[in-house]
C-alpha cells in the first residue's frame, strides 16, 4: 500500500522525578538529605532510512511515545535517562506541525540518508532534596518532579527521490518501459490508469553505476488543479532530476499529448517546465506508428525538441533512451530542499508569561507556560515543595494578578490538571 501523506501524533518523554530522601544509618543520628535526581525522558527523532518509499508503515499506528526517565533514589542515586524514540521515514518526507490546525509550520525536509530532526525534547528529570539543603534548612522535604514531555501533532508530507522521473498521458507505455530497464514489477495493462501509485526501480548503467525512476502515473487534463489524482502524483516529480516524457504512438494526438503535459507540469509548479527532457515516442514496432514517425519527427524538431523512437514492449533502443537520460543527468542540479512560499511567523511567548480567566462553573485558571510546567513538577505532599511553589506565584506576580482580578477565599485555581484552593 502507497501512503504519501499522513498525520500522526508523537510525545517525548517526561522526566524521573527527584527523590525526597534521608540517610539513615546507623551512628549518624542526624543523617543529611540523600534524595537522587530524577533521568531525562526520551526524546522523539525522526530519521531518514534509504530502504523506505511510502509512509503505509504509519497506516496503524499514528500514535508514537517515548518512554520516561526513571525516578531518582537513596544515596543520591541518579534516575535512568530513557532511550530516546527514533521513527524511521523514507527520503523525501517533509515534516509539518499541525498542533495548531491554523498555524501549520515547516519544521523540516528530510532528504539525505541518515538525516536526523529531534521534533520533540524529553523532559529533564526532577532535582533530589539534595539539591534543597540550605544553613538554615538542613532537612529539605523538597523536591522537583520530572519535567513533562513535549507532544505534537504532525503532517507528514513524502514527495519521492529518483533521479529519473517517466511521464506522460495514460497508457502511455511508462510501466511497461520502467519494467524493461529495471526489476521493478509494476501492474501492466491495456487501458488507462492502470498504475494508481507511483512505483520505483532501480536501473544498473554498469558495474558502479545506478540510476532511481519513479513510473509516475498518466496524468490528463486540469490535474494541476488536482482533477484525477493530479496533485497527488504532480508531487513527486518535483524531486526528480530529469524527466522521460513518453509519447503514445497510437494515440489520436500525440503532439496534443506532448502540449498538454508540459502545461500541467508548469501550470503546478513553474520549476518542474525547466527540467531536463527526453523525449521518446512509444510503439515503435507498430506499423502505424513506423508510418507516422517521419511527421512526428519533423514536428517536434520545428519545436527544438529532439525525438528518438522505443519500442517498451519489444525493449527497441530502450537502453539507448536510458544512457541518454544519465547524460541528461550528470548535468542536471542538485535536488534543492523544500521551503514555503510563505513562511509562517509565530511570535515567541515569554515563558514567563500567564493569563487568568474564569471557568464556567465560576472558578479561575491560570495558564502560562513556566507556571503549568512548574505546577507538573511539583510534589504537593511535601510541605517544603508546595512553599516553593507559592515563591514561585509570588515571583511571577500570579498572585497579584488573583487578588487585582477579585478572588476570594476558598475559590478554586486550577493551573494545568491541579485544582488549588485559595487562601488567602
Known amino acids: 500500500m502507497f501512503i504519501d501523506e499522513i498525520a500522526i501524533t508523537v510525545r517525548s518523554g517526561k ?50 511515545i517515548a518512554e520516561d526517565g526513571k525516578p531518582g533514589s537513596k544515596q543520591n542515586q541518579y534516575g535512568k535517562s530513557a532511550e530516546d524514540l527514533v521513527i524511521q521515514v523514507p527520503p523525501g518526507t517533509i515534516v509539518y506541525d499541525i498542533s495548531d490546525p491554523n498555524q501549520p509550520a515547516l519544521v523540516g525536509d528530510l532528504v539525505q540518508p541518515d538525516q536526523l530532526i529531534t521534533i520533540c525534547k524529553g523532559g529533564r528529570g526532577g532535582r533530589g532534596n539534595s539539591h ?3 544553613a538554615r534548612n538542613q532537612t529539605p522535604h523538597t523536591a522537583e518532579k520530572g519535567e513533562p514531555g513535549e507532544e505534537k501533532r504532525l503532517k507528514l508530507e513524502l514527495k519521492l527521490i529518483a533521479d529519473i522521473g517517466l511521464i506522460g498521458v495514460p497508457n502511455a507505455g511508462k510501466s511497461t518501459l520502467l519494467a524493461a530497464l529495471t526489476n521493478a ?37 486540469r490535474a494541476h488543479e488536482g482533477v484525477g489524482l493530479g496533485h497527488d502524483f504532480l508531487r513527486h516529480i518535483q524531486r526528480t532530476r530529469v524527466l522521460i516524457h513518453l509519447l503514445d504512438g497510437l494515440s489520436v494526438d500525440p503532439m496534443a499529448d506532448f502540449s498538454q503535459i508540459n502545461s500541467e507540469l508548469a501550470l503546478f509548479d513553474k520549476n518542474l517546465s525547466k527540467k531536463p527532457q527526453i523525449v521518446a515516442l512509444n510503439k515503435i514496432d507498430q506499423p502505424a506508428v513506423q508510418e507516422l ?16 523512437p522505443i519500442s517498451a514492449l519489444a525493449r527497441t533502443d530502450v537502453r539507448k533512451l536510458l544512457r541518454k537520460a544519465v547524460e541528461a543527468l550528470s548535468k542536471a542540479p542538485a535536488i534543492e530542499t523544500f521551503e514555503p512560499a510563505i513562511p509562517v511567523y509565530r511570535p515567541e511567548e515569554d515563558p514567563k508569561d500567564f493569563r487568568i480567566s474564569r471557568e464556567d462553573d465560576g ?39 488573583l487578588r487585582a482580578a477579585g478572588i476570594e477565599e476558598g475559590e478554586t485555581v486550577h493551573i494545568g490538571e491541579y485544582a488549588l484552593e485559595w487562601q488567602d
Open 363 to 401: 472558578s479561575w485558571r491560570v495558564s502560562g507556560s513556566a507556571i503549568e510546567r512548574s505546577a507538573a513538577m511539583t510534589y504537593w505532599e511535601h510541605r517544603g515543595s508546595l512553599r516553593r511553589f507559592q515563591r514561585l506565584m509570588e515571583r511571577l506576580g500570579v498572585e497579584e494578578a
Open 293 to 308: 514517425w517521419p511527421e512526428f519527427k519533423k514536428q517536434m524538431d520545428k519545436l527544438g525538441h529532439e525525438i528518438m
Open 185 to 221: 514489477r509494476p501492474k501492466i495493462a491495456a487501458y488507462p490508469f492502470t498504475t494508481l501509485e507511483p512505483n520505483l526501480g532501480v536501473a544498473r548503467i554498469d558495474d558502479d553505476t545506478t540510476v532511481v525512476l519513479a513510473d509516475i502515473p498518466g496524468l490528463i487534463e
Open 132 to 134: 534543597f539543603a540550605t
Open 15 to 64: 522526566g524521573g522525578d527527584g527523590s525526597v530522601h534521608f540517610r539513615r544509618e546507623k551512628y549518624v543520628p542526624r543523617g543529611g538529605p540523600d534524595g537522587g535526581d530524577g533521568g531525562k525522558g526520551g526524546d522523539v527523532i525522526l530519521q531518514v532510512r534509504e530502504t523506505l518509499n511510502t509512509l503505509s508503515g504509519f497506516h496503524y499506528n499514528q500514535r508514537f
